[in-house]
């Protein structure tokens, strides 16, 4: 893999999940997912696209534990989803090719970048859309 092919496979990975998220409606963001471990089942879809967004931050997954994300309007998750991407697509650009891949393959760094929105788009988010 080279620098192209993951920005290829960064953008396709999102542009999948953004088609997704794009059509969610104010009561989509509501629903509680299907999918989710019985240490915390309440999550909705609405936390699983913010959770995506906020890239794993301990502060943002501290905040969603006391349901600050719950009465977020469908428009602040889609410019939170969709901000957070073009901070990540310009931070990635200007880094040297060493820093994102190592033995051609994505840095585990990028995880939040690369197979981790594929996850829960299709464990959480599609599997509760049903």
């Known amino acids: ?5 993951l920005t290829a496979e960064i953008e396709a990975n999102w542009r999948q999940l953004d088609e997704v998220v794009a059509r969610l409606t104010a009561d989509d ?17 609405a936390d699983a696209v913010l959770h995506i967004a906020a890239c794993d931050l301990r502060e943002f ?3 969603l534990v006391q349901d600050a994300s719950r009465s977020r ?13 073009e ?3 310009a931070a990635i650009a200007v ?3 060493e820093r994102l ?24 988010i599609l599997a509760t859309l049903g």
């Open 1 to 5: 893999m080279n620098r192209a092919e």
């Open 29 to 45: 963001l509501r629903r509680t997912l299907t999918s989710r471990d019985p240490e915390d089942p309440t999550w909705t879809i």
């Open 61 to 63: 997954n501290d905040a």
């Open 73 to 85: 309007a469908l428009s602040d998750v889609l410019l939170e989803h969709r901000t957070a991407h």
């Open 87 to 89: 901070a990540i697509t």
């Open 95 to 97: 880094l040297p090719d």
């Open 101 to 124: 891949l190592l033995d051609e393959r994505p840095r585990l760094w990028l995880a939040p970048v690369t197979w981790h929105p594929s996850s829960h788009l299709k464990k959480d």
